[in-house]
């Protein structure tokens, strides 16, 4: 088929108006038009399946590429990081409650044994020659007995022998024998304390009660009455002292004898604030505990004037 017949055959099928019938049309027309049809024919032949179907193309998406080894470890790695962590912070928490239970443990242990010694020998005192021990409270290095105020929860240390400090024995004042004059028992009502008392006022003393300063002056002198007591180990004598109003009677016994005290003043000083010791032209007594509960870093004072 030429050029011109294929020309003509494209004209004759855009053109939908032409209704000639296949008489009037040329052979070139024909054969143009029976080949377009063929080629329909073919187009819809290959549009559609054997089994009716009609042929839909499909569209193939990339597949995603496997990240490498290197991309996954530092996931295996941060993994084992935060478990790691996890296991420290458990053993961590692990460590407190047994630190906490311990305490709780040792303070049970003070309390009765001071409990046990009160039913044994309440009013035992240590001899005259206890040594270079310091007064409660101290710390390494030991100090000076004469420069802390009793009443400390905390044992005196020793200095650790490889720092090789060489330690002066200081002479400890004898604790003198009690007297028909001197305190034997401390009663405060207010408070629900009646406690023993025993002379002096280091350490081991204040385990057995209510400790009266060697050197201080007897209930109903002239001078100030100076007694220490702890309170929160060896039974907490003094727990309760900082509840004690101004106005409260504090009542200290010689023997079956009763001297009334009444508080005047109440006030918390640094443990090496040594004023509370001073001597005092009326009479007076002064309880020394520790404060605050079971920290122990000062030291409560109350003061009370002998009732006329």
């Not at 007694?227 to 101004?246: A, I, M, T």
Request: proline share 8%; charged share 20%; aromatic share 4%.
């Amino acid at each position: 088929m030429g050029d011109g017949g294929l020309a003509s055959a494209e004209r004759l099928i855009l053109n939908m108006s032409d209704k000639r019938s296949a008489d009037e049309l040329s052979l070139q027309e024909l054969e143009s038009l029976i080949e377009h049809k063929r080629r329909i024919a073919r187009a819809k032949q290959f549009a559609e399946k054997e089994d009716g179907r009609r042929f839909r193309p499909v569209t193939v998406m990339p597949t995603e590429q496997a990240q490498p080894a290197s991309a996954a470890r530092p996931k295996k790695r941060a993994s084992f990081r935060d478990r790691l962590l996890f296991v420290i912070e458990a053993l961590a928490v692990l460590g407190l409650l047994l630190i906490i239970v311990s305490s709780l443990a040792n303070l049970q242990s003070l309390n009765e044994e001071v409990v046990q010694a009160r039913t044994t020998t309440p009013n035992a005192t240590l001899s005259a020659n206890s040594g270079g021990q310091e007064l409660p409270g101290s710390s390494f290095p030991p100090s000076n007995p004469l420069a802390e105020l009793p009443g400390s929860s905390f044992a005196p240390e020793s200095a650790p022998p490889a720092l090789g400090v060489q330690l002066r024995a200081i002479a400890a004042l004898p604790v003198p024998t009690p007297g028909p004059r001197s305190p034997t028992r401390i009663v405060i009502a207010g408070i629900n304390v009646d406690w023993p008392i025993v002379q002096g006022d280091s350490w081991e003393e204040l385990k057995q009660g209510i400790g009266h300063r060697v050197g201080s002056v007897n209930p109903g002198e002239r001078g100030n009455l100076i007694l220490s007591g702890h309170n929160d180990v060896y039974g907490e004598p003094f727990r309760d002292l900082e509840k004690l109003e101004v106005g409260k009677d504090i009542l200290i016994y010689a023997g079956a004898t009763s001297f009334r005290y009444i508080v005047k003043t109440k006030r918390v000083v640094a443990p090496t604030d040594l004023t509370p010791l001073a001597s005092s032209k009326t009479p007076i007594v002064t309880l020394i505990t520790c404060t605050p509960y079971r920290v122990d870093t000062h030291r409560l004072i109350v003061i009370g004037e002998l009732a006329p």
